[in-house]
T-cell receptor
Framework: SAVISQKPSRDICQRGTSLTIQCQVD?????MFWYRQQPGQSLTLIAT?????????ESGFVIDKFPISRPNLTFSTLTVSNMSPEDSSIYLC???????????FGQGTRLTVV | GQQVMQIPQYQHVQEGEDFTTYCNSS?????IQWYKQRPGGHPVFLIQ?????EVKKQKRLTFQFGEAKKNSSLHITATQTTDVGTYFC???????????FGKGTLLTVNP
């Protein structure tokens, strides 16, 4: 299993600014995932964060907008850059400690851009 | 790429009624997982199905994986107000750790 501490839990930000979301895992994991979940919608994968290499982004998401750091096997950050109201959403980090097993999620960051 | 369709999008039931949500993948899956997300919460793992035709039960919840490993269902018998939330299926392709989530089914239960 894995316990993930994600912060901040929520924030209200001005457009044009950036917000960095942090996820700390209580055990070492190979891959961490960052998702976006708009209200009432499903989870959309933003990117996969690998330790020691650049993150792998899904179609529609780019590094300049969502830079990711993965300095070690227990920690990752996602930055939402140059925010606009369209970035208002819930952002979730997730880990799957072993391939093809359950995923564990952080508590989520509810972001509102005004 | 892999797509996972899930229906219905919403389901409102009276307490005590049954509920079923269905998932269908565009590709064969190595396994399918089910998650529950309570309002304001994060997704929580319920179960994983791996074998063709597999059926698993958790109290009032019954999970099935199709013979072709492309579809799955979650059935809740005699719903309770504690069952309220969004149920997501998530398919795994097998060669990596990535999951593809269905759109989810929001279940509301009228007491």
């Amino acid at each position: 299993s894995a316990v993930i501490s994600q912060k901040p839990s929520r924030d209200i930000c001005q457009r044009g600014t950036s917000l960095t979301i942090q996820c700390q895992v209580d055990s070492q994991v190979t891959m961490m995932f960052w998702y976006r979940q708009q209200p009432g919608q499903s989870l959309t994968l933003i990117a996969t964060a690998n330790q020691g290499s650049e993150a792998t982004y899904e179609s529609g998401f780019v590094i300049d907008k969502f830079p990711i750091s993965r300095p070690n096997l227990t920690f990752s950050t996602l930055t939402v850059s140059n925010m606009s109201p369209e970035d208002s959403s819930i952002y979730l980090c997730s880990v799957t400690p072993e391939m093809d097993t359950e995923a564990f999620f952080g508590q989520g960051t509810r972001l509102t851009v005004v | 790429g892999q797509q996972v369709m899930q229906i219905p999008q919403y389901q409102h039931v009276q307490e005590g009624e049954d509920f079923t949500t269905y998932c269908n993948s565009s590709t064969t899956l190595s396994n399918i997982q089910w998650y529950k997300q309570r309002p304001g919460g994060h997704p929580v793992f319920l179960i994983q199905l791996v074998k063709s035709g597999e059926v698993k039960k958790q109290k009032r919840l019954t999970f099935q994986f199709g013979e072709a490993k492309k579809n799955s269902s979650l059935h809740i018998t005699a719903t309770q107000t504690t069952d309220v939330g969004t149920y997501f299926c998530a398919g795994a392709g097998g060669s990596n750790y990535k999951l593809t989530f269905g759109k989810g089914t929001l279940l509301t239960v009228n007491p």
